[in-house]
């Protein structure tokens, strides 16, 4: 009898048949130890804990990958919210894209200038016989630069930062139910605030070619020796005439089964709060579309955002009233961006609330120069942080009410 596509399965079904069909990540046992003796540290502490993920997810094309499928992020969002999250007190984890923006290094890594710039040599000492002379901050830079070093030192020096990472769809799922499994000491002081980017498709291990998928002809003499193979090769269509030149790729994409809801029902601690994001380009559609996720998966918060203004504005689905309540940067403290459109700030918006309404929380973060060519301005995440810290406390409240 033939086996019904994960998506149609018990979700509990289609769980078991996803991660059974992909071995573990290489780095999962070590990810375990470290993630385990972080999360018991901060129970014995009776602090908080937030697991932050962050980047995009590749899809790879190949079992020995060299093609793969990706997306924009680059970690923006959840980099900016882990520092924020760090100064409410919480512990992080940060699970992150590898090779993306980490809290901290992102004001110097992902500038318009090159690291190397902020830094300069001294001339040699007198009393010194080396030609070379100390390393140092160029003096423009000092100030900024000694204030993110005294954070991010507090925050390893204190144990209040974990980071760990993840590159393809299977390893993210791996480490997401692992970490949230791992949390369950900590019951409603457990915050998940999922803002990586995760792909929607994949696939599917036994359909996906072992090597590098060619792009042209191969030799007869090859041709034959790879016959059997052919059927397991994901290069295109079945063409009638054998190709003179190039191949077309056309590739058949399964969805991801959808775990979100697993984790409020089976991975994460009761009592948790559960906070993900839902990212559109079309103003129409992004208050419906983060409404439709938040009954389908259950969570306690979707924080909805335009690709063209998310630096700007965000909006809070809740499943409680007032149900959508927009946080947006004042106008004369919005970062410029390159790819941001201002005229787009508000198109979103159901509920036409005024816009005094909007801004209670105004205090200014100010950044530097960043990614996508900001400078300046009030970081909106310095808006959305604090705002959820109450609605968590709420819950943990509620929680140690016994209700």
Known sequence: MATAPPEEMPIADAESV???????????????????????????EKRRLVLVTSGGTTVPLENQTVRFIDNFSAGTRGATSAEYFLEQGYAVIFLHRQFSLLPYSRHFSH????FLDFMEEAPPSSSSDSENGPLMVCSEYQDQMR????????????NRLL????????????????????????????????????????IPRDRMAEHKIQSSELPASMSKSQDSEKSDIYTGTNDMEPP????????????????LHRLVDGWAPPGSMIVSFKLETDPNLLVY???????????????????????????????????ERWIRVPKSKRSKSISGV??????????????????????????????????????????????????????????GRGS
């Open 163 to 202: 980071l760990l990472h993840f590159t393809t769809i299977v390893e993210y799922l791996f480490e997401l139910r692992l970490l949230a499994k791992l949390m369950y000491p900590l019951g409603a002081d457990a915050l998940f605030y999922l803002a990586a980017a995760v792909s929607d498709f994949f």
């Open 147 to 158: 204030d993110v070093l005294r954070r991010y030192r507090y925050a390893k020096q204190n």
């Open 289 to 323: 579309k983060a409404q439709t996720a938040l009954k389908r998966y259950s969570h306690h918060l979707v924080i909805g955002n335009l690709l063209s203004t998310r630096k700007w504005e965000v909006v809070f689905v809740t499943p409680d009233p007032p149900y």
């Open 342 to 399: 201002e005229d787009q700030v508000g198109l979103a918006e159901v509920k036409k609330l005024h816009e005094s309404e909007h801004l209670q929380n105004t205090e200014a973060h100010t950044s530097h120069e960043t990614q996508d060519g900001i400078t300046g301005g009030t970081e909106i995440e310095s808006l959305i942080i604090p705002e959820l810290v109450k609605l968590h406390s709420a819950m943990v409240e509620k929680a």
């Open 244 to 259: 003179k030149n190039s191949k077309k790729l056309v590739i058949d994409l399964d969805p991801v089964p959808k775990f």
């Open 111 to 114: 500038s318009t200038n090159c």
């Open 18 to 44: 996803y991660f059974n069909n992909y071995p573990p990540p290489k780095n999962l046992p070590k990810h375990e130890s470290l993630a385990r003796a972080f999360i018991n540290h901060h129970v014995e």
